[in-house]
């Protein structure tokens, strides 16, 4: 029996469509769709070395992890979602350049310490309202954050936290701003008299403590104290003359002193973090734990002060003057686990997270070839085939089988597909089913002149 050029057509139709109606179904995942993009972050596990309950996660985002043009220029679009793309996390908007850069914490509820940790970040809604949260980003257990920019001018830098533990500078621009931070930017530190000082910082405990800082020297002839907590030398670190060596020392922990080395570094960028929690004093630098010394009881005299680049008591400075650069100082009123401390290097040092490729929200698309103009109509089709084409092709993006874009041609209007299923992996047939439209209708033309 012979089939005929039309039953045969049908009939390679028929073949090429069985396997797009296969039962494997691979629904997307999507928080709302009035956000266009999103992009999967990924928390090494192997930089963590226990879970960590409320953890602030650094997000770098530069033209290398996103794409700008998809963005508010004020980054107002940008939503943070768990791993089950469910619930919105807080952010802080730490500082942005404008289709350039941008500094994000993000509040993650648990980052695993076995199995790598997901979050997601939205983005591509114009009409999208800042949710910015800074103060709820920072755990209850943080008493002052200092990104250390100027905020809101060159006399003060800014606490992120619920204390509102801002810091006074000398005067304006002394210490001066830089934009060669560790994590955006920092402040510069002349050592002949710029210091930041809080007379008096809310939140503080004095049998348990956490404080950390990045730091760079650039100049090692003197005797220098980047920090110094409660007035004196009760809580402080120090830098000895000639030489990029830190020492701890608590001068009246129950009136006895402690005093001793954390390490020799040199004139680079190293993460500082000391904790003491009423029987030990443990220091760190670069993640690692560096010394543990027994010190039991807690923190007496003095105020409740704090200064930058300098020691003093209240609002008055000492001397030993810091020369460098200082960023990200922090101060919590318990004693950070090492395993706290690690995370908190390698997320400063951008080495905690990856992101992965952009992945674009497949709505569904109306045209109406009869009103729509000839641009139009050309611009729709072809970013619908594209679209469409670049999807199925790609085996590490899904398909939303309930909301895909489609097109009737018959009636110029969008519709909702009802397949049972769509199988990744058919672009080989999606083309082929396209060349056979495309060659059919060249040749049923060319019979009808």
Same mark, same amino acid.
């Given at each position: 029996m012979k089939l005929g050029r039309v039953g045969f057509g049908v009939f390679l139709v028929a073949l090429l469509l069985i396997p797009l109606f296969s039962p494997v179904v691979h629904a997307v995942t999507w928080w709302d769709a009035g956000w266009m993009y999103k992009a999967k972050l990924t928390i090494d596990e192997t930089k963590v070395d226990a879970d960590l309950t409320d953890f602030p996660v650094l997000v770098y985002l530069n033209s290398a992890r996103i794409d700008w043009v998809h963005v508010q220029d004020d980054l107002d679009d940008l939503r943070f979602l768990d791993s089950t793309e469910s619930t919105v996390l807080k952010a802080e908007l730490e500082k942005s350049v404008t289709n350039s850069e941008a500094w994000i914490w993000v509040k993650v509820p648990v980052v695993s310490g076995s199995v790598d940790t997901v979050i997601y970040v939205y983005y591509g809604n114009a009409g999208a309202a800042s949710a910015w949260d800074a103060e709820n980003v920072w755990d209850s257990s943080a008493v002052m954050v200092q990104h250390m920019y100027d905020n809101p001018d060159t006399s003060h830098v800014m606490d992120s936290t619920s204390y509102s533990n801002d810091g006074t500078k000398k005067a304006a621009n002394e210490p001066i701003e830089t934009a060669s931070g560790k994590i955006d930017s920092a402040q510069s530190f002349d050592s002949v008299d710029d210091y930041i000082n809080r007379s008096s910082v809310a939140g503080l405990n004095r049998t348990a403590l956490t404080f950390m800082f990045w730091s760079k020297q650039t100049l090692r002839s003197i005797f220098t104290h980047p920090i110094g907590l409660f007035g004196g030398h009760r809580a402080t670190i120090y830098i000895n003359s000639n030489s990029y060596t830190y020492s701890y020392k608590f001068s009246s922990i129950n009136g006895v002193s402690y005093e001793g080395l954390i390490v020799g570094l040199n004139g680079n960028w190293h993460f500082i973090a000391v904790t003491f929690d009423g029987a030990q004093i443990k220091g760190y630098t670069d993640g690692a734990l560096r010394v543990t010394r027994a010190a039991s009881g807690s923190i007496t005299g003095g105020d409740e002060s704090l200064f930058i680049?300098?020691?003093?008591?209240?609002?008055?400075?000492?001397?030993?003057?810091?020369?460098?650069?200082?960023?990200?100082?922090?101060?919590?009123? *318990?004693?950070?686990?090492?395993?706290?401390?690690?995370?908190?290097?390698?997320?400063?040092?951008?080495?905690?997270?990856?992101?992965?490729?952009?992945?674009?929200?497949?709505?569904?698309?109306?045209?109406?070839?009869?009103?729509?103009?000839?641009?139009?109509?050309?611009?729709?089709?072809?970013?619908? *085939?594209?679209?469409?084409?670049?999807?199925?092709?790609?085996?590490?993006?899904?398909?939303?089988?309930?909301?895909?874009?489609?097109?009737?041609?018959?009636?110029?209007?969008?519709?909702?597909?009802?397949?049972?299923?769509?199988?990744v992996g058919s672009g080989l047939i999606l083309i082929g089913l396209i060349l056979l439209i495309v060659f059919g209708g060249v040749a049923l033309g060319k019979r009808r002149r």
């Open positions: 680049a300098t020691i003093g008591t209240g609002s008055t400075p000492a001397s030993n003057w810091f020369n460098g650069i200082i960023d990200e100082v922090r101060i919590y009123n *318990i004693a950070k686990s090492a395993a706290w401390i690690k995370a908190e290097y390698n997320s400063g040092a951008d080495t905690l997270l990856t992101i992965s490729a952009e992945e674009l929200y497949p709505r569904t698309t109306t045209l109406n070839l009869t009103t729509a103009t000839a641009t139009t109509r050309t611009k729709t089709i072809t970013r619908l *085939i594209t679209q469409t084409i670049t999807t199925i092709l790609d085996t590490t993006r899904q398909i939303d089988i309930t909301r895909p874009t489609t097109l009737n041609l018959k009636t110029g209007q969008g519709a909702m597909a009802t397949l049972p299923g769509l199988a």
